[in-house]
């Protein structure tokens, strides 16, 4: 069984689509593709895919991973193509590389988030964010299924900082753009929870929703401060090719590995 890793985005509107809505286009795409998926057992079989931490609904997304278990081994790249040419604009696959190591989940520890505040001046922006930052705990609610939960939303954010409008923005009207860093730990913190942080420590309430969109997820690297790639390790654990005195392309065994 071969098993392929994706990494795929949510843009423009369809970053209102459900996880279903989503796995319903996925499925589609899987069968108008004619991918030869593996399937569980029992009365009810269903494609081997495995989604992993998905972004929450309203939000838009570069970086979103799954995994899916084939039964015939295909091309990472001819099957990314395949997909996106069944997949509507806006769901798009990325990315796609062979499975070769354990634990694409247990690698997506933090993401990195571009928050939009229209109707925000920087300068309030910069005076909230900094209020954020100075604090030790910020406590925010949020509602779940068991009723309304109080939290810190502050632990889990590395980084928190105002960037400088891109130059293709309209400068008449206030817009302020956060770059947030946050870990992924329980209970999650998301980017509304630290939007209602900067309201809990600086009253920063924008005018419209704020506009969301997470930029990447992986392993988060203490001493670069940066959210690595999780899909590195399984690119640096394929067989290197080499090319013979006909034009052939060898694959070879990484080194050290030892023969059956």
């Given at each position: 069984m071969q098993r392929i890793r994706l990494r795929y985005t949510k843009r423009g509107r369809l970053r209102f689509t459900s996880h279903r809505d989503f796995q319903r286009a996925f499925e589609r795409a899987l069968r108008r593709s004619q991918v030869p998926m593996a399937y569980s057992a029992g009365f009810t079989p269903h494609p081997k895919v495995s989604y992993a931490n998905a972004a929450p609904t309203g939000t838009g997304s570069e970086a979103e991973f799954l995994e899916i278990a084939l039964t015939e081994p295909r091309d990472p790249g001819?099957?990314?193509e395949l997909l996106n040419d069944s997949m509507p604009d806006g769901?798009?696959?990325?990315?796609?590389?062979?499975?070769?190591?354990?634990?694409l989940a247990d690698r997506l520890t933090a993401s990195v988030w571009e928050i939009r505040l229209d109707g925000v001046t920087r300068e309030d922006a910069e005076k909230a964010v900094s209020a954020f930052n100075e604090a030790e705990t910020v406590e925010v609610e949020r509602r779940t299924k068991n009723g309304m939960r109080t939290f810190d939303a502050r632990a889990a954010v590395v980084g928190l900082q105002t960037l400088d409008l891109p130059a293709d923005r309209p400068g008449d009207r206030a817009c302020a753009i956060l770059r947030l860093v946050?870990?992924?730990?329980?209970?999650?913190?998301?980017?509304?929870?630290?939007?209602?942080?900067?309201?809990?420590?600086?009253?920063?309430?924008?005018?419209?929703?704020?506009?969301?969109?997470?930029?990447?997820?992986?392993?988060?690297?203490?001493?670069?401060?940066?959210?690595?790639?999780?899909?590195?390790?399984?690119?640096?654990?394929?067989p290197a090719v080499s090319t013979t005195a006909t034009g052939t392309a060898v694959a070879t065994a990484p080194e050290g590995a030892g023969s059956a």
């Open positions: 001819v099957l990314r769901l798009d696959i990325t990315d796609a590389v062979e499975a070769r190591t354990s634990g946050v870990r992924h730990v329980t209970p999650v913190v998301r980017p509304d929870d630290v939007l209602s942080g900067l309201r809990v420590v600086a009253d920063l309430a924008p005018p419209v929703p704020a506009a969301v969109t997470r930029l990447a997820q992986g392993l988060f690297d203490e001493e670069s401060g940066t959210v690595t790639d999780p899909l590195a390790p399984d690119r640096e654990a394929a």
